[in-house]
């Protein structure tokens, strides 16, 4: 979209007074859907901003107080000429009411005007204007903003007058049929053919009387216009001889009434000759034509396509069905040992080595949130007097007691979404491990949170919904398929921990994911055998259906704030990969699985939510929807999307070019003859990343982007503190904090979102 289209359209929205949907297409003439409230725009092109402004917020007038049957586009009962007689009534009432809701509309009319003048678009050049109909003078002068110098007789400057009266669509329509009476006066009877046949209430056809018809009497004032109305009626004279030297019957009355044929005949050249017959307004019809000389035909198409509503019913799995299904699975994989006793174990394990430092982190957290709050703290005056100071009255004004006004932080929830993709199986025991470290660190500060793992296996979905309780299909009921909503996959969201569990929940949800980290522990990408278990079949893998789990999630995080009562929701998202290709739309016109593609190199794509008046456009690239949904999630929905991107250190620097973006980078990227440079850059990166653990990146759809050791280099190592050899206040204070320092790095995920909530 170009720059003016995009800021017009919402300069459209505030004008309406509405979140209008505007959007454009290769059309010569705009369109107002009432229903749907959308106001589809011509591509216009080479025009100014005033010319923009004109056309925009006449448009935005038709939609705020036009009727659908009187848009310019709509077919009128009584024909097309009829119809350009409205037109111009209409026009002038909307553009009035318009510079009256915006006087700053006033100037760019009156420009706009101009430049069509110049353009000829009225089709006026080299002709006497006030030789025009009566119609044409008024719609030059009422578009004009009543300025243009044209003479009316008495009787038309009555009807002027009461244009610039009208209010309502009423008003143009009894106006409207009295300026058309008048107009079939002002024109000549010789415009006029001897017999015309019409039907009758009965569909029969009956034939006027010669000279039968309005018009008979002279209006005072159209003394001045005789000379024209004669024109006018040799014009309407030469048209019937051209017709009539085409081949063309005319009627003369005295076929047999038996020819049913030529009675036929004889009706049809009568209603193809009525609009040729009446009288029109010969500058609205040059305009609608000349309007396509103003359409973009080099323009890239524009493509709409409807984000689709999810069924959360048959996507979200409550964690309390997920741990019913993973206690049955581990239990029956043990044998002389129970499923218990590892379970136990393995939770007194992690607790030896995890639970201190989430305590130190809690207590840092803490400090790190009161230490913002006395920073942003103000000294204000009370208002009363302290009388310790009431002495220096004279010479200075602070004898007000002071109190220290301390700002209430904003309250943080945390919503986490865990790639369960193939490629991830060499991640996910890190991954577990690092998501239960965060989930014990918020439920001790009391952040509320909930973590799930995505995916889209139609085996797993069939396993948390038995038989019956999916609606439809298992492959098309995750979201709606209405025309042109955008074309998803299935997706699951297993729900793995949460804030408002009990302690035996929690304490039993933490065992079954302590479960799940041992059957990936030490294993292959082709294995499933761990220490004591193998990988349960609710946890099988398989793509990324992020776009999907995006989607899902907006009513999910909505909920969420909701219940929880927070100001900011954070959206953590861990993956090793790209989201799954997503790049067309429903076709129900085809067949219901009909499904259309766009390409983003070759069209203007917009995502629309009908619901709360949202487009966002699509950038080009493959990953272009999931960033387009990660804005669009974040406009209607407020919250922060924090990307974590697990890296393979085999394939650093590959992963580095494609997801790193800084300042730096991108300086090397843009500036061709320096490319050379990026592998160097790449190198000192990804020194730098198995040094911190961590990159951040500016990654397009996501608030903040880090980039992670994937594999064993994610893994939380369990060091000893070890005293130094000589033993000092200054050398055990320096040993200590860097044994803190490499532990909160090793913990990386959890010390991330600290310092991006702690503030």
């Known amino acids: 979209m170009s720059n003016i289209q995009n800021q017009k359209s919402g300069l459209a929205k505030l004008m309406a007074t509405e979140n209008l949907t505007v959007q454009h297409a290769k059309t010569q003439t705009a369109s107002f859907d009432p229903k749907n409230r959308i106001l589809t725009c011509p591509i216009w092109s080479e ?9 925009m917020g006449h448009e935005v007038g038709h939609a705020i107080d036009t009727p659908a049957d009187g848009w310019h586009g709509a077919v009128h009962e009584r024909g097309r000429n009829y119809k350009g007689f409205l037109n111009v009534v209409e026009d002038a009432r909307i553009e009035k009411r318009q ?13 706009g005007f101009n430049e069509l003048m110049k353009r000829d678009f009225f089709g006026i050049k080299e002709r006497d204007v006030n030789n025009m109909a009566f119609i044409d003078r008024l719609n030059l002068y009422t578009k004009s903003g009543y300025t243009f110098p044209i003479t009316f007789n008495t009787k038309e400057q009555s009807f002027v007058d009461r244009v610039q009266e009208c209010e309502t669509w009423d ?44 018009g008979d009497t002279e209006t005072e004032g159209e003394g001045k216009n005789k000379s024209k109305s004669s024109a006018e009626g040799d014009e309407g004279d030469e048209e019937k001889k051209s017709e ?25 050249e009568s209603q193809s000759t009525r609009e040729d017959i009446e009288p029109r307004c010969e500058t609205d019809e040059n305009f609608r034509r000349n309007e396509s000389s103003l359409i973009d035909k080099r323009a890239r198409e524009y493509v709409y396509v409807n984000i689709p509503k999810p069924n959360l019913k048959n996507i979200i799995t409550p964690a309390k069905r997920v741990h019913e299904i993973l206690t049955k699975e581990f239990s029956d994989q043990t044998g002389t040992v129970s499923y218990e006793q590892i379970a136990n174990k393995l939770y007194q394990d992690f607790r030896k080595k995890n639970e201190r430092f989430i305590s130190l982190l809690a207590k840092e957290f803490e400090m790190r949130k009161a230490a913002d709050k006395f920073a942003k703290a103000k000294t204000s005056d009370t208002g009363d007097i302290d009388v310790s100071r009431i002495f220096k009255y004279q010479i200075d004004d602070a004898i007000f007691k002071k109190v220290m006004r301390i700002p209430k932080g904003k309250s943080h929830g945390l919503i986490l979404l865990l790639d369960k993709s193939g490629s991830m199986s060499e991640n996910l025991n890190a991954s577990y491990e690092q998501i239960l470290i965060l989930a014990m660190f918020c439920r001790k500060v009391n952040i509320p949170f909930a973590a799930y793992g995505f995916g889209n296996s139609d085996h797993i979905r069939e396993l948390d919904f038995p038989t019956g309780n999916l609606e439809n299909d298992v492959t098309s009921n995750c979201f709606s398929s209405n025309e042109k909503d955008l074309s998803l996959s299935s997706v699951y969201l297993r729900e793995m921990i949460n804030s408002r569990m009990s302690n035996s929940e929690f304490s039993k949800a ?67 990969g790209d989201a799954d290709h997503v790049c067309s739309f429903i076709d129900s016109t085809q067949s219901a699985t009909h499904r259309n593609y766009f390409s983003t190199a070759y069209q203007n794509v917009f995502l629309v939510d009908k619901k709360n008046k949202v487009q966002q456009q699509v950038p080009s690239g493959d990953d ?18 924090i990307g974590f991107y697990l890296a393979p250190m085999n394939h650093m620097k590959a992963a580095l070019r494609r997801r790193l973006f800084t300042n730096e980078i991108n300086a090397i990227r843009e500036d061709y003859m320096k490319r050379w440079e990026l592998n160097d850059l790449m190198n000192k990166y990804g020194k730098q990343l198995r040094k911190d653990k961590y990159l951040e990146s500016k990654n397009p759809g996501y608030e903040s982007f880090f980039i992670l050791p994937g594999g064993n280099d994610l893994s939380v190592d369990d060091e000893e503190f070890e005293a130094p050899n000589k033993v000092t206040t200054a050398t055990l204070t320096k040993a200590f904090t860097k044994f803190t320092k490499n532990r909160q790095v090793n913990r990386v995920l959890v010390s991330r979102f600290i310092g991006m909530i702690a503030i």
């Open 244 to 268: 009539s030297s085409n081949g063309n019957k005319q009627d003369n009355g005295d076929e047999d009434d038996g020819e049913s044929g030529d009675a036929i005949n004889r009706f049809k």
């Open 99 to 111: 510079k009256r809701r915006y006087p700053g509309l006033r100037r760019s009319f009156v420009n």
């Open 624 to 641: 272009g929807v999931r960033i387009a949904i990660g804005e669009w999630l974040s406009k209607t929905t407020g919250v922060k999307i």
């Open 47 to 55: 025009m100014s901003g005033d010319l923009y402004d004109l056309l």
């Open 171 to 214: 008003d143009v329509l009894k106006l409207t049929n009295e300026i058309w009476d008048y107009s079939k006066d002002e024109q000549s009877q010789t415009n006029i053919p001897q017999h015309q046949f019409v039907p009758d209430e009965n569909g029969d056809e009956y034939e006027t009387e010669p000279g039968s018809g309005e």
């Open 510 to 576: 933490v065992k079954n994911i302590l479960c799940l980290m041992d059957s990936y522990l030490g294993r292959s990408r082709y294995s499933n055998s761990g220490t004591h278990f193998y990988r349960p079949a609710s946890d099988s893998l398989s793509n990324t259906p992020l776009t999907e789990a995006l989607i899902a999630s907006q009513t999910l995080i909505n909920e969420f704030r909701q219940v929880n009562n927070l100001d900011i929701v954070n959206l953590c998202v861990v993956h090793d």
